[in-house]
T-cell receptor, first 114, second 108 residues
Framework: GAVVSQHPSRVICKSGTSVKIECRSL??????MFWYRQFPKKSLMLMATSNEGSKATYEQGVEKDKFLINHASLTLSTLTVTSAHPEDSSFYICSAREPGLGDFFGPGTRLTVL | SQQGEEDPQALSIQEGENATMNCSYK?????LQWYRQNSGRGLVHLILIRSNEREKHSGRLRVTLDTSKKSSSLLITASRAADTASYFCATNDYKLSFGAGTTVTVRA
């Protein structure tokens, strides 16, 4: 149990385009999901908390108009990187919280912006 | 803000040996979780230990928690090459805070 998927696993896009990443909890319902960013050989940096049916809560320094989060159902949260630039290239990871059991992570999405 | 900090930063051991890594944190917690990450992959949830628990086992993993010292340890017994990965602790007071991780290399 407690499986979280992410799609796509890898995406390459041109500068100025928008990219949508999906995060799904496959075998449980998650009212809360989280989006992280990870730089090479670094720890995870929390970007935002995604709550089903309400607005996401962004961490300090994260532009909410740049990183749009939608948590429309109990099993799906999406992160859209709008007008992507090369500095947005990174490894993006989501997690879904199963109360009492912990936070379970997706396999990550490698974004490369040319 | 980063709360969990793992020690050591890197660990190299021979297959079959035990690997121990520690995590220290600063504020009170509800629970602490340990994760494994293989290079370029997502995080695999290993174990969650609650603040009222002192020790927990899962297969070859043993986790301890000392809330008075604000520290936790992860022991991997009889290590295998497949255990080569980075290990992170994360504390939870609603949002997870990750340390920089311990990179474990198991030599065959």
């Amino acid at each position: 149990g407690a499986v979280v998927s992410q799609h796509p696993s890898r995406v390459i896009c041109k500068s100025g385009t928008s990219v949508k990443i999906e995060c799904r909890s496959l075998d449980f319902q998650a009212t809360t999901m989280f989006w992280y960013r990870q730089f090479p050989k670094k720890s995870l940096m929390l970007m935002a908390t995604s709550n089903e049916g309400s607005k996401a809560t962004y961490e300090q320094g994260v532009e909410k108009d740049k990183f749009l989060i939608n948590h429309a159902s109990l099993t799906l949260s999406t992160l859209t990187v709008t007008s992507a630039h090369p500095e947005d290239s990174s490894f993006y990871i989501c997690s879904a919280r199963e109360p009492g059991l912990g936070d379970f992570f997706g396999p990550g999405t490698r974004l490369t912006v040319l | 803000s980063q709360q969990g900090e793992e020690d050591p930063q890197a660990l190299s051991i021979q297959e079959g040996e035990n690997a121990t890594m520690n995590c220290s944190y600063k504020t009170s917690i509800n629970n602490l979780q340990w994760y494994r990450q293989n290079s370029g992959r997502g995080l695999v949830h290993l174990i969650l230990i609650r603040s009222n628990e002192r020790e927990k086992h899962s297969g070859r993993l043993r986790v301890t928690l000392d809330t008075s010292k604000k520290s936790s340890s992860l022991l991997i017994t009889a290590s295998r090459a497949a255990d080569t990965a980075s290990y992170f602790c994360a504390t939870n007071d609603y949002k997870l805070s990750f340390g920089a991780g311990t990179t474990v290399t198991v030599r065959a």
